[in-house]
Every structure is written in C-alpha cells, then in structure tokens.
C-alpha cells in the first residue's frame, strides 16, 4: 500500500513535506518503478504535480509548481517526498502518491497503476 502523510494547514508562503510510505509485496522493487504525486482541488479535475524515475535522477514537474516544489525518494525506505515550499492558496487540494507502471516517470494519470489514499493541503490567504 501507499501511505501518505505530512499535509495540513499552512499559510501562504509557507512550506510543507508530503511522504508516501510503500509497504507490501507490490512495493518489492521499489527502485523499479517511477512515482509520482498529483492532486486534487473541490471541483476540480486530478492533476500531475510532479514525477520521479525509479533511480532519482530524472524528475519532471508540472509548470505551477516548478521551482516551488521537489521531488525526491529514498529507496531504502520505499519512501517518496513533496517538498513545496512558497505555498500559494491554489495550491490547496488532495495530494495523492501514486506508483507507476514503468521506470520513467508520466504525466498522465493513465501511467499510474496504484494509487494512495491522499492527504489533504489547505494554504490560507
């Protein structure tokens, strides 16, 4: 399973450190496969936010939050991170981890085979 943590509330300009925790027999080869994070506003559509090769070496980012956010993992623990920094009210929504199904990174979610249950990212104005 994939277990997120580290969302709340934050004011804008602040900063925040999403994990995601990957446990269980489908995570036996954590370093062979991509994450990613997306997330999910009140009536909105899910959106990519950003993705990581199995290595760490290759990374990609949506527009909104490159240069705010980064991407990282740490294979040993089975373990991905947010970090965003210079929070903005739009960025306040569900993030959800998500498992690809190959080694590079995708920007769809169509990429994605599992997904985590969210945590949820409220920035105040």
């Known amino acids: 399973q994939l277990q997120a943590s580290g969302g709340g509330l934050v004011q804008a300009g602040g900063s925040l450190r999403l994990s995601c925790a990957a446990s269980?027999?489908?995570?036996?080869?954590?370093?062979?496969?991509?994450m990613g994070w997306f997330r999910q506003a009140p009536g909105k559509e899910r959106e990519f936010v950003a993705g990581?090769?199995?290595?760490?070496?290759?990374?990609t980012y949506a527009a909104s939050v490159r240069g705010r956010f980064a991407i990282s993992r740490d294979n040993a623990k089975n373990t991905v991170y947010l970090q965003m920094n210079s929070l903005k009210p739009e960025d306040t929504a569900v993030y959800y981890c998500?498992?690809?199904?190959?080694?590079?990174?995708?920007?769809?979610?169509?990429?994605?085979?599992?997904w985590g249950q969210g945590t949820l990212v409220t920035v105040s104005s």
């Open positions: 269980g027999r489908t995570f036996s080869t954590f370093s062979s496969y991509a």
């Open positions: 998500a498992k690809d199904r190959t080694v590079i990174p995708s920007r769809s979610d169509r990429g994605y085979a599992y």
């Open positions: 990581i090769s199995g290595s760490g070496g290759s990374l």
